[in-house]
């Protein structure tokens, strides 16, 4: 009784589990139909039976085909791949490709359409090339019929191959399970269709069947030359496509760079003590940096104070605010240069004011753009020629370059992904030390510039590259070994384009001759006061001599040095001199004896604040303390 009992409920737990048996999605028989053509060519027939539940299997299903394969030498080659058709229970399917990590995927199904629960028919035929091993003493096919990719069970896979005539199998070997498996649960068996594998045992998930068949030698023949050579061009597309833009952009750049980049010859350098033509040290500024530093401020703060020191204006110190007060002097027949006249529409006739504060944010941020613009309106390209057609035409050629290596290139979507990581990394970091190795380098020759940019950037981007290369690749495993030149291909062509971006401009004739007498006051401004005695006509040091200059040592960005050597005149000058000086053109706690600490500090780049709207606080400095001219971006 007891038997009967326990065996009665066995049969039920097996009736109530079969219906969800039956449920659940597999693939019911994977069987796949190979005909191996003499030439090396393959057709395949894959019958695949699933049952769909509308779980996984809604719209349709999906084949995972490698593309890529590692040879004997461990470099990867690429196989031919052709789509022939896809059915569904005897009907043709609409179906689609996409691009995946070393292979295709191909899509049976449609977003339009559901498939109905049950069991459905899909059959994929396709046709592929090069996937015969040739070695010394004989031919071998090694093929992976399934595929590891599914997420379903495969109940029972089959592969029947069909050999050329007249060839045969000398050797056969297969395996089951996942990835790299070596599991045996199959059979082969010969029969007049071919030679049959089968799976003994369902597969799981991810896992699939793989055969090998060892033929004589010369079984199959040969690519011919004409097909290897093909081969051989799509194996290494990537590296023609690739270096090729770089070689490309790198001749562009250089034949436009020695058609309008190169700098003209500068003359000898000379320490002297005026603005070369008598300009202004608005315009000392504009020429010197090849357009303004500090956005300008820094070339307004030296007009404003070259202006209270001919008497035009008059700077007084507040706590919180700087104004720069008219002083209603007649302008007579006194030349002013672009930009002065802006500053005294505003500031320069009696009872007129500029007031920087933060409240007058607006009014500073106006007066601003007009001064540059006065500048630049005037002098833009008569001194320097910053050439950015020919920049553009560069970064355009340099996109069309890697658009074609990333669409018609067989790079790896992740890797292509991967690989922009270091080079975002590499573009900040090399703008970086680029423009630092520029500003450290001034007065340097153009050739010095150049090698010290080229070196700067390509140590921080090979650097970098290669960290983040190998971290990624540990990490991830998405960067192989075969892909990394590209890595440096699409770097290289990036860093031409920071490289020439920097170099690209060129003064003009004139511009250069300007270039050589800014040089030489910057030379006068900076030297020590015993060189500076022994100038040949050298004016000496006196307030006045010291207060014409000074606009110009602001506009350098070396009033520092040029006010240290001031101190030290006053205080080798009669008793009580340094107390006793007081420049009339500034209203204020004027202390000389920490003067030179007050007017060569250098600027600060201050926090950004908020006011009426997005706001950022400029600050510039005017003898004795910092002025903060706040413009509205």
């Known amino acids: 009784m007891g038997r009967r009992f326990f065996g009665f409920c066995f049969a039920l737990l097996l009736m109530l589990a ?64 052709d789509m022939v058709s896809v059915k569904r229970d005897g009907e043709e399917e609409p179906w689609h490709t996409e691009s995946i990590s070393r292979g295709i995927r191909i899509y ?22 090069r996937q015969i091993r040739y070695f010394d003493d004989h031919d071998e096919l090694y093929w992976n019929v399934t595929g590891n990719g ?33 599991g045996k649960n199959a059979r082969v068996s010969e ?15 991810n896992e699939g069947l793989t055969f090998a068949i060892r033929m004589p030698k010369s079984s199959i023949d040969p690519p011919s030359a004409d097909m290897e050579s093909t081969w051989w061009l799509k194996d290494n597309r990537n590296y023609f496509i690739g270096f090729g833009g770089l070689i490309l952009v ?39 940096n090849k357009g303004f530093s500090g956005e300008g401020w820094t070339a307004l703060s030296a007009t404003a104070l070259n202006l209270a020191v001919r008497g035009y204006v008059k700077l007084e110190d507040l706590k919180n605010s700087i104004v720069i007060q008219g002083t209603g002097k007649p302008l007579g027949k006194e030349k002013f240069q672009a930009g002065e006249i802006e500053l005294l529409k505003v500031a320069g006739g009696a009872g007129s004011s500029l007031t920087i504060d933060k409240a007058n944010g607006e009014r500073v941020k106006s007066v601003g753009q007009a001064f540059r613009s006065a500048i630049e309106k005037e002098h833009r390209g008569k001194y320097y020629n910053s050439n950015l057609i020919y920049t553009a035409g560069g970064i355009a050629l340099s996109a069309a370059a890697l658009v074609i290596l990333f669409v018609f290139g067989s790079l790896e979507p992740d890797t292509i992904a991967v690989m922009l990581i270091p080079i975002v990394i590499s573009v900040f970091v090399s703008v970086f030390v680029a423009g630092l190795v520029r500003s450290l380098h001034r007065g340097k020759s153009l050739f010095g510039k150049i090698i010290a940019i080229i070196s700067a950037a390509i140590g921080v981007f090979v650097g970098i590259s290669i960290l983040a290369t190998m971290g990624l690749a540990l990490a991830s495993s998405l960067v192989e070994l075969h892909e990394t030149p590209m890595l440096f291909a699409v770097g290289g062509i990036v860093l031409l384009n920071i490289l020439y971006f920097f170099i690209m401009g060129a003064p003009t004739p004139l511009g250069a001759k300007m270039m050589d007498g800014i040089d030489g006051l910057r030379q006068y401004l900076t030297l020590a006061e015993k060189d500076r005695m022994n100038t040949a006509g050298a004016p000496e040091m006196s307030p006045r001599h010291f207060e014409t200059l000074l606009p110009y040592a602001v506009a350098l960005g070396v009033e520092k040095p040029w006010s240290r050597t001031f101190e030290t005149w006053l205080a080798a000058a009669a008793a009580g001199a340094a107390a006793a000086y007081a420049p009339a053109w500034y209203s204020g706690n004027f202390n000389s004896g920490s003067f030179s600490d007050r007017i060569g500090q250098q600027r600060l780049e201050m926090p950004r604040r908020h006011f009426r709207g997005a706001s950022r606080v400029h600050p510039v400095f005017f003898g004795k303390r910092q002025i903060l001219a706040q413009a509205v971006y």
């Open 18 to 81: 079969a219906p969800a048996a039956f449920a659940a999605e597999v693939i019911d028989s994977f069987a796949s139909d190979i005909t191996l053509d003499k030439n090396g060519a393959m057709s395949v027939t894959e019958t695949i039976t699933v049952n769909a539940e509308g779980d996984q299997i809604n719209h349709g299903i999906f084949r995972d085909f490698p593309l890529y394969f590692t040879d004997a030498d461990g470099r990867r080659r690429s196989v031919d791949f």
């Open 108 to 129: 049976a199904g449609s977003a339009d359409v559901t498939v109905t629960p049950g069991r459905h028919r899909y059959v994929f035929t396709y046709r592929t090339n």
């Open 191 to 205: 029969t007049g269709a071919g030679l049959v594998f089968a799976t003994t045992m369902p597969l799981g998930p």
């Open 150 to 182: 599914w997420i379903f069970p495969i109940r029972l896979a089959t592969a029947t191959v069909k050999l050329p005539p007249g060839v045969g199998a000398t050797e056969t070997t297969f395996f089951t399970g996942p990835e790299g498996a070596t």
């Open 250 to 288: 790198f001749a562009y750049y250089t034949r436009s760079w020695l058609k309008v980049g190169r700098d003209p010859a500068r003359g000898v350098v000379v320490p002297r003590w005026d603005a070369p033509d008598g300009i202004s040290p608005a315009l000392v500024n504009y020429i010197d």
